[in-house]
C-alpha cells in the first residue's frame, strides 16, 4: 500500500485527485493539507488533515505527494516535496513557466524521484475514441483536428484563483494544456504555433478565450480552442481525412458526474452513453459509410499507472518530455500572441 499526501482540497482537490486515489487499489489517501474547513475530514474520515506543508512532510509513512494548489504555488511545493524525497504529482500545468518546469525535472532526476503532471484528460473516453479513429486509418492522411472546450460563464465567480491577475492564471493555463496534450499525443510536437488569447467578457482581468493552431508537415492543422461565451458548445473533437470525417459532439461525463460528487459505482468508470458517441464518415468508390465509434476511458488510468510505476511495474505514461513539450506549447502561444505572429517550434531536451 502506498501511502498519498494530497496539497490542496478546492476544486482540483476534492473533485478529481481524492477521489480517484481514494478508487484506486494500491493507493491509500493518508492525508489532506486544507488550510482551513472541515470538508476532507468528513468525505475522508480515514485521511489526517493537516494545515501546513510542514506538517504534511512530518509524516514519514507519505511516499507520494499530490499538488493540487493553486498554479503559483505549484512550482514552491513541488521543490519541497522533492527536497523531503517523496514522489510527485502535480495538477496541470505543472508551473506557471517553462524555466521552473525544467528546474523541477533535473531536480527530480537528481534525486531519484517520480515526477510528473496530472494529464488526465488524455484519458477521457471522448479522446480515446479519436485516438482509436487517427490509429485505424479509416479517414486515410489526418488534414485536421479541431478541439473545443468550451463553457457559457458569462460572470465572475466569487473566490476564482484564476480570474485574478497573476502567474499561471486565466482560461490559457487551466483549459489549453489539455488541448495540446491532445494534439502531442496525436501528432507529437508541431513545427510552429499561432495563438490568439484574448479577454470577451466585459470586466474581466484575465484571459478567457483562445484560438491557438498547431502547423504539423504538409496540410495537417490542429485548431484548439476554447470560449467562456458559448451558449451551444461546438463539438467536442473534429477530424478531417481525406477519406472522411469523424465527429464527437459532448464531452465525456466522468468530469460532470465527480463535480456532483457522483462517483460511479462499480467496476467501470466508462459513462459515456452510446448515444453521445462519435460518428465516423467514410467515402470510398462512391458510397458514403457512416458507424458510431465507442468511447472508452477511464481517469483512474492515471494514478493506477504512477501506483505501478512506483512498484516497479511500468513506465511512466505521462512521461517528463511530454509535460515539457506542453509548457514549451504554453510559453510559445503566448509569445505569438505578443508578436502577433507564428512563432517556430523549439525543442528543449531535459
Not at 488533515?49 to 511545493?77: G, K, M
Not at 461525463?253 to 457522483?262: K, N, Q, V, Y
Amino acid at each position: 500500500m502506498i501511502d498519498v499526501g494530497l496539497i490542496g482540497f478546492g476544486l482540483a482537490g476534492r473533485y478529481f485527485h481524492a477521489p480517484l486515489i481514494h478508487a484506486v487499489p494500491g493507493l491509500r489517501l493518508a492525508a489532506v493539507l486544507q488550510r482551513s474547513g472541515d470538508e476532507a475530514a468528513k468525505r475522508y474520515p480515514g485521511a489526517r488533515i493537516v494545515r501546513s506543508i510542514e506538517e504534511l512532510l512530518a509524516i514519514d509513512s507519505i511516499r507520494l505527494l499530490v499538488i493540487a494548489s493553486p498554479n503559483q504555488t505549484h512550482f514552491p511545493f513541488a521543490v519541497q516535496c522533492l527536497e523531503a524525497g517523496r514522489d510527485v504529482v502535480v495538477d496541470k500545468p505543472i508551473t506557471p513557466t517553462l524555466p521552473e518546469a525544467l528546474e523541477l525535472f533535473r531536480m527530480a532526476q537528481k534525486c531519484g524521484r517520480l515526477l510528473t503532471a496530472f494529464h488526465s484528460r488524455r484519458f477521457d473516453a471522448d479522446f480515446q475514441a479519436v485516438r482509436q479513429v487517427v490509429a485505424g486509418g479509416e479517414l486515410g492522411q489526418i488534414l485536421r483536428l479541431e478541439t473545443h472546450y468550451d463553457r457559457y460563464r458569462p460572470t465572475s465567480r466569487p473566490n476564482a484563483w484564476r480570474e485574478v491577475p497573476g502567474p499561471g492564471s486565466g482560461i490559457l493555463f487551466d483549459l489549453a494544456p489539455h488541448l495540446m496534450d491532445h494534439a502531442m499525443m496525436l501528432f507529437g510536437p508541431p513545427e510552429a504555433v499561432a495563438a490568439d488569447i484574448r479577454i470577451e467578457r466585459p470586466g474581466f482581468l484575465t484571459d478567457d478565450a483562445f484560438d491557438i493552431c498547431f502547423f504539423y508537415p504538409g496540410n495537417l492543422r490542429a485548431h484548439l480552442c476554447a470560449t467562456m461565451l458559448c451558449a451551444t458548445p461546438r463539438p467536442r473533437f473534429v477530424l478531417l481525412g481525406e477519406k472522411g470525417t469523424f465527429i464527437k459532439n459532448e464531452f465525456d461525463a466522468l468530469e460532470p458526474a465527480l463535480r456532483r460528487e457522483d462517483i460511479p459505482k462499480g467496476e467501470s468508470w466508462v459513462l459515456d452513453p452510446e448515444e453521445n458517441w462519435g460518428e465516423l464518415t467514410v467515402v470510398a468508390d462512391g458510397q458514403t459509410r457512416k458507424r458510431k465509434v465507442a468511447s472508452h476511458g477511464d481517469w483512474r488510468e492515471f494514478y493506477a499507472n504512477v501506483r505501478d510505476v512506483l512498484l516497479g511495474q511500468a513506465a511512466l505514461q505521462v512521461a517528463p518530455k511530454q509535460v515539457i513539450d506542453v509548457m514549451m506549447a504554453l510559453e510559445l502561444a503566448q509569445e505569438s500572441q505578443v508578436l502577433r505572429c507564428v512563432v517556430p517550434w523549439r525543442n528543449v531536451e531535459l
